[in-house]
């Protein structure tokens, strides 16, 4: 048996308002940059990684020219973006016992893993996975999930997917990967906590 894991929200979190708000903008100044970078479909642009680190900021900065001196300090250190969670090592170290294989699908820029490496060490112990930026391609596209499944050779009907997106479960049981939408209380209830 087989487990696929998205990475943002499930086995780490990813908490660009709380990030966000360390700087201490002004609420107007905070929503600004939120629309400019997190919020907006430019962020989806690094996660594919079709562009370089110079052109994905300057799109941010395209989406709010005056802002440019604190998008660019948003931007240097976003890794902060990224929390460890209190359940990850145990929950997979669950899954091992029962001699499952670990994989990861996750959409993921090439700066963010770069700057993150450290609080993603867990993921030496997988076996295997793909970052979106390193195939050009994200998720919901089917083209991603198939990659992954190819190259690891996993048979989907005996793999569960987990993913805090429904629209990622759904492209992934449509490929007949058993989907699950992860919610926080799923590993506590496998642990019995």
Same mark, same amino acid.
């Given at each position: ?15 660009? $308002? ?8 002004? %609420? ?12 907006? %479909? ?36 976003? =890794? ?16 091992? /016992? ?15 893993? &770069? ?24 998720? $919901? &596209? ?8 190819? /190259? ?5 009907? =005996?793999?569960?997917?987990? %993913? ?24 506590? &209830?496998?642990?019995?906590?």
């Amino acid at each position: 048996m087989n487990v696929i894991f998205d990475i943002g929200n499930v086995l780490v979190g990813y908490d660009w $308002p709380g990030y966000l708000r360390t700087f201490g903008y002004t %609420d107007e100044i905070y929503e600004r940059i939120a629309d400019a970078v997190f919020r907006n %479909d430019d962020w989806l642009e690094g996660d594919i990684g079709r562009i370089s680190t110079e052109e994905w900021l300057g799109l941010f900065i395209e989406n709010a020219p005056d802002l440019k001196e604190q998008i660019c300090e948003v931007f240097a250190g976003f =890794e902060g973006t990224i929390v460890p969670l209190s359940y990850t090592e145990e929950w997979l170290s669950h899954f091992r /016992r029962q001699g499952y294989r670990l994989y990861y699908l996750s959409n993921y820029s090439c700066e963010l893993y &770069q700057k993150t490496k450290d609080k993603l060490a867990f993921l030496e112990a997988f076996d295997g996975g793909i970052f979106s930026y390193e195939v050009k391609c994200i998720k $919901p &596209q089917e083209e991603i999930y198939r990659l992954l499944l190819e /190259r690891f050779n996993i048979n989907p009907g =005996e793999t569960v997917f987990y %993913d805090d997106r429904p629209e990622n479960v759904d492209a992934a049981i449509r490929l007949g990967i058993k989907g699950v939408v992860f919610h926080k209380d799923i590993p506590l &209830q496998m642990l019995g906590k």
